[in-house]
């Protein structure tokens, strides 16, 4: 019979969380995340250790993305992944896939960072703001890489015009408000409205077209 | 707000999803979400149709301290650690040394001589801690770090398909209304925690292992208990919040 033997693979686990870590060969699947999540409610630390080492990259990406400040995106990991492990008993896998919630959570947080009083976001950042977005997309080649649902909204996306697509990914990454969307893109209210309205409805019958299949 | 148009709910669900709702409409949208589960699912469809726009980002490693700083915030504690803390009683030098019969006897001394009312006592195969060997496991609770519950079983091949778990609650433990008490089985890998049933506050209980389980259970890391709704956790996963928690220690 084995004796417990817990600790060896945590500090395995604690110390390959580094910089020098690399990318996972096999990356988890939604099974194996869903379980380490469903551990991190029993507070299995070593779970958690293994759920941050797993999907940190990807989830530091979006706040990197998203906030476009190292330092803020740092704060944003942090509190998202407290916010994880506090929360992991209300994730529910007929809802949405592991990387999903996260992701929502991390995508979340990161938009109250912007949404904290102008002042912060100084005139270079404004500016930033429309010279990142041209190509958000993945290229072809990497469509096969991803998960389902990514594939299906990239594939509805390409069913959008382009000022539709433009304002939908500009709201998405950076959370403006029609008004502040209007401003960005030099257009008035109404069409910013009238692009992200029918540009989320195309996007919903697609995608849920899509799923049904 | 009792009743929301479902057009209009599922428009304001898109905006408050993709980020185009102004603050203050969104604090109050977040308000009415706490109190109407319908617009909740709304909410979680637009963010599964969403969500996935974020894939398109580049990954990017963390650098190293992030994870110290979440360690620190949520345990104290930096990585390197173990990840419990040792107690006198979940040690494993404090079992060995012990001598066997006598240490088994203080934990399950009392699971032997009583049982509750709805198992035959003779129907429970009993334990010769002399030959036998044992799986204890001192659950604590969390909050107060102290042995809450033992749990503890005959391992090895022998009645796998008889198999019983003898708990006994330290203290007088109490169940929040409307609430249920979850026994789950921690694997030693990194799968999924199993439920090996419900269990009450008497302070004396036998829970049957499936036979299916019997064999896993001797592997298991260790158990932990939850706070589920009545009836059991509805998506076979715990959903918390734990209580207790605990190494198995072979004795």
């Known amino acids: 019979m084995n004796l417990p033997n817990d600790v060896n693979s945590a500090t395995q686990i604690a110390t390959k969380t580094g910089v020098n870590q690399t990318t996972h060969a096999n990356p988890p699947t939604k099974e194996q995340l869903a379980a380490l999540l469903s551990r991190c409610v029993l507070h299995d630390q070593k779970a958690f250790a293994a759920l941050y080492e797993a999907s940190s990259p990807k989830l530091f990406g979006v706040a990197v993305r998203i906030t476009r400040r190292r330092d803020w995106a740092e704060e944003v990991l942090q509190e998202s992944f407290v916010k994880i492990w506090h929360h992991a008993g209300s994730y529910d896998s007929d809802k949405s896939a592991p990387m999903t919630w996260m992701t929502a959570i991390v995508r979340n947080r990161a938009l109250d960072w912007l949404r904290r009083p102008r002042e912060v976001r100084t005139s270079e950042e404004q500016e930033a703001l429309l010279s990142a977005i041209p190509d958000e997309g993945p290229g072809p080649e990497d469509l096969a890489s991803l998960a389902a649902d990514a594939r299906n909204l990239h594939e509805c996306m390409e069913h959008l015009s382009d000022d539709q697509k433009r304002s939908i990914t500009l709201a998405f990454f950076h959370g403006l408000s029609h008004g502040e969307l209007a401003e960005e893109m030099g257009k008035p209210l109404g069409t910013v409205k009238t692009w992200i309205r029918r540009g989320l409805d195309r996007l919903k019958g697609c995608i849920d077209g899509l799923e049904r299949k | ?251």
């Open chain 2, 1 to 251: 707000m009792k009743h929301i148009n479902p057009e209009i709910g599922d428009q304001l669900a898109a905006d408050y999803v993709l980020g185009t709702m102004p603050t203050r409409t969104r604090q109050r949208f977040e308000a009415i979400l706490k109190t109407n589960p319908q617009l909740r699912k709304v909410v979680a469809a637009w963010e599964a149709r969403l969500t996935p726009m974020a894939s398109s980002a580049p990954e990017v490693v963390p650098p190293r301290h992030v994870w110290n700083t979440i360690q620190k915030k949520l345990f104290g504690k930096h990585s390197q650690e173990p990840e419990m803390q040792q107690t006198w009683w979940s040690s494993l030098g404090f079992w060995r040394a012990a001598t066997g019969f006598t240490t088994i006897m203080l934990v399950v001394s009392g699971l032997l001589v009583l049982t509750p009312a709805a198992e035959d006592p003779a129907a429970i195969p009993t334990i010769d801690p002399a030959t036998d060997s044992m799986m204890v496991v001192i659950m604590e609770d969390m909050q107060t770090q102290s042995p809450a519950m033992t749990v503890s079983w005959e391992s090895g091949a022998t009645n796998l398909d008889n198999r019983v778990l003898r708990l006994r609650v330290i203290g007088h433990a109490e169940m929040a209304p409307d609430t249920a008490w979850e026994l789950w089985m921690v694997p030693h890998d990194d799968s999924a925690p199993v439920s090996l049933g419900l269990i009450t506050t008497h302070e004396l209980q036998v829970l049957r292992v499936p036979q299916a389980l019997a064999q896993p259970l001797d592997e298991a890391w260790g158990l932990g208990m939850s706070v589920e709704p009545k009836g059991g956790s509805p998506s076979g996963k715990p959903t918390g919040p734990m209580l207790y928690r605990g190494k198995c220690i072979m004795a």
